[in-house]
């Protein structure tokens, strides 16, 4: 089974009203509705969360940001659903597609790491 294949959208710092809303957007093209991770979901790793494996809460906090992580969204496709994430979030989130390496960094390092990525882009 290859986890990077099935359509899925993974969000972080959502409120309920915008998760009601991707889930309303994409409900004919994802396997399931947006997985929502928490931020006491630090140590996990995107291969953790596609895995539907649980872990125990962490001591590591996730940063106060909005994530939207595509997975299994390829050309066209990923970029039709980067246009129906900003018309319901606008352009806050930071968007990220899942790669064989981010599905093995811990939420942690992953977010700082697409933090750090929009701060230097944004110079």
Do not use: W
Not at 1 to 10: A, G, Q, S, V
């Amino acid at each position: 089974m290859n986890i990077l294949k099935d359509r899925l959208i993974i969000a972080y710092g959502l409120n309920d009203e915008e998760i009601d809303k991707l889930n309303i957007k994409f409900k004919d093209i994802c396997i399931k509705p947006c997985v929502s991770i928490n931020e006491n979901m630090g140590e996990y790793t995107l291969e953790h969360i596609l895995k539907e494996e649980s872990l125990s809460d962490s001591d590591t906090k996730l940063p106060e940001e909005k994530v939207i992580i595509f997975n299994g969204f390829l050309g066209v496709y990923l970029q039709q659903a980067v246009k129906k994430v900003r018309e319901v979030l606008g352009a806050k989130p930071i968007l990220a597609s899942t790669t064989p390496n981010s599905v093995k960094m811990t939420l942690h390092e992953l977010i700082d790491h697409l933090v750090k990525e929009r701060q230097y882009y944004q110079k």
